[in-house]
């Protein structure tokens, strides 16, 4: 199975995503979290922001998550993924393809500011440490059409979050086994 998380810097997607593979793991269920922090450092170095490099971002990730999915590796991409059509192509491109939306208002967002982003990308035109490409502030996000998990982490805590993701995992863990089920009995 392939998740593919998507949400605005800082909506929680990192947290919930180490989370779930802690307590997944635990009872013996693999988990890769696929973060693309860290692919753009590597496979993904070459890419930008602009729309274009964005949607090949997650097609990369989205080939190497099939790649670890196909053995049974639950594999959660982790990437602020802002385009409704990539998102899709990426749903039809490979099996069990789930999406998550990991949703919080920018208010809370810019109040939340972890990472120091968003006070950047506020600053007035023209300064030097502005940034001028944070979804949500600056650069579209286009909310998903029909996640199959919706989270709202600006009134749920982590921990529910994180149960909410673990009883969806098991849930379409369960009716996947129950595809291959009745197509083995067919
Ligand atoms: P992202 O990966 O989406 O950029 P992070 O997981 O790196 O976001 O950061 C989210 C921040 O928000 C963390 O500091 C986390 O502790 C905080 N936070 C507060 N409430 C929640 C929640 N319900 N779910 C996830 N993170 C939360």
Redesign the pocket.
Known sequence: MIIQLC?L????????ARNVQRKAAADGTPIEIIDGDIYRESLCRDLGFSREDRCENIRRLGFVASRLSNYGIISII?AINPYESIRQELAISYPHVKTVF?DCTVEKLIA?D?KGLYKRALLPEGHPDKLNNLTGINDPFETPVQPDLHLH?DN???AA?TNLFLQFINRSLALQQAQYASVASN
């Not at 810097?9 to 919930?16: C, E, L, Q, R, Y």
């Open positions: 949400g810097s800082g909506a929680g997607k990192t947290t919930i982790s990991i939340r972890t982490t749920q805590s982590i979050c």
